[in-house]
């Protein structure tokens, strides 16, 4: 049981580059989410998912999109990367009606 | 909207000392609580949580107490140690459109020293 698995833990892109973000779960969990982790802002809501097939936005949507084709996987794609994405992404996932939440061990994104 | 207040530190102690974060909430309705630890590196783990006012949450030696009518959840540790520098964060979870949204605090860094 590997819980929540991030990939990759570190990246470097260059201005206007596009990546994915990869996030999986092996627990069934209904509920994903993904949160950026900024110094002095804790942690802020991208995106969020439900369940397969059914994604809504957070607090700080814009430059991001997801998708939910699976109950264990939730992919964050940045299409134009900007210096202002550089930040920890975590994932996260738990069941629809539990509080706890499982997070995965990061994603450190530079943007030069 | 729903709110969680912490200090963002940091907050440097000897080792053995005594250990209070504040955290205070402001919600729509009867959410749970929770604090999460962060060691360098890694991701968020819980480190406890409480469902209903007076319950007391604990775990490593980490305690919180629910407490409705001043909206806090205090975490304390009678004698930290080097091993519990991170950053912890507060954080509420509430019911809205049928599933639960969880706000978190900023975080506060914990530096222990020896």
């Known amino acids: 049981n590997a819980g929540v698995t991030q990939t990759p833990k570190f990246q470097v892109l260059k201005t206007g580059q596009s990546m994915t973000l990869q996030c999986a779960q092996d627990?069934?969990?209904?509920?994903m989410s993904w949160y950026r982790q900024d110094p002095g802002m804790g942690l802020r809501l991208i995106h969020y998912?439900?369940?397969?097939?059914?994604?809504d936005q957070g607090e700080v949507p814009n430059g991001y999109n997801v998708s939910r084709s699976t109950t264990e996987d939730f992919p964050l794609r940045l299409l134009s990367a900007a210096p202002s994405q550089t930040s920890v992404y975590f994932c996260?996932?738990?069941?629809?009606?539990?509080?706890?939440?499982?997070f995965g061990q990061g994603t450190r994104l530079t943007v030069v | 909207g729903d709110s969680v207040t912490q200090m963002e530190g940091p907050v440097t102690l000897s080792e053995e000392a005594f250990l209070t974060i504040n955290c205070t909430y402001t919600?729509?309705?009867?959410?749970?609580l929770f604090w999460y630890v962060q060691y360098p590196g890694e991701g968020l783990q819980l480190l406890l949580k409480?469902?209903?006012?007076?319950d007391k949450g604990s775990n490593k030696g980490f305690e919180a107490t629910y407490r409705k009518e001043t909206t806090s959840f205090h975490l304390e540790k009678g004698s930290v140690q080097v091993s519990d520098s991170a950053v912890y964060f507060c954080?509420?979870?509430?019911?809205?459109?049928?599933?639960?949204?969880?706000?978190f605090g900023i975080g506060t860094k914990l530096q222990v020293i020896p």
């Open positions: 996260a996932s738990r069941l629809q009606g539990g509080p706890e939440a499982f």
């Open positions: 627990m069934n969990h209904e509920y």
């Open positions: 998912s439900v369940g397969a097939g059914i994604t």
């Open positions: 919600a729509t309705g009867y959410p749970s």
């Open positions: 409480a469902t209903k006012a007076d």
């Open positions: 954080a509420l979870s509430l019911n809205s459109g049928g599933y639960q949204k969880v706000t």
